[in-house]
């Protein structure tokens, strides 16, 4: 199955064809008003964690270990991803940032590890039976 996860700044316009609108920034956007910005949920979780978020806005680290540390981070805590994997299975997810060069932040790391958690879903839902089996009409019975 193919999922169709947008990524858009904050500051762009709303539109009726984003679908679930999820800002994933640790920090508030400057000079925006909640009731503008038609957001379906503000989930901090799923951001960088405060000090590698430090880090990588004061240049202490490339972008390299930027991704390496924020994928290691998401894979410690594969639970954060999973209010986000329902409004992909539901329909678009929108995933809203401040940040001005979309491509240089979180969002396009965030984006491929829901992706490889929907996928490694549907591959586990495929593979396995859809339900025990069922011996009620056998003599012994349940």
Do not use: N
């Amino acid at each position: 199955m193919t999922y169709d996860i947008r990524l858009k700044r904050i500051y762009g316009e709303v539109e009726a064809e984003d679908g679930a609108r999820i800002l994933v920034d640790r920090l508030w956007p400057r000079g925006k008003r909640r009731e503008s910005l038609c957001l379906s949920d503000w989930y901090r979780d799923a951001s960088p964690s405060p000090a590698l978020r430090r880090a990588w806005h004061q240049q202490e680290i490339s972008r390299a270990v930027f991704v390496r540390r924020y994928c290691w981070e998401l894979d410690d805590a594969p639970e954060v991803l999973v209010p986000l994997l329902r409004h992909a299975r539901r329909g678009r997810l929108t995933l809203l940032s401040a940040a001005r060069d979309l491509e240089a932040s979180h969002l396009p790391v965030l984006r491929e590890a829901l992706l490889d958690a929907l996928a490694a879903e549907d591959a586990a839902d495929r593979d396995g039976p859809a339900s025990p089996p069922c011996y009620a009409g056998d003599k012994g019975g349940c």
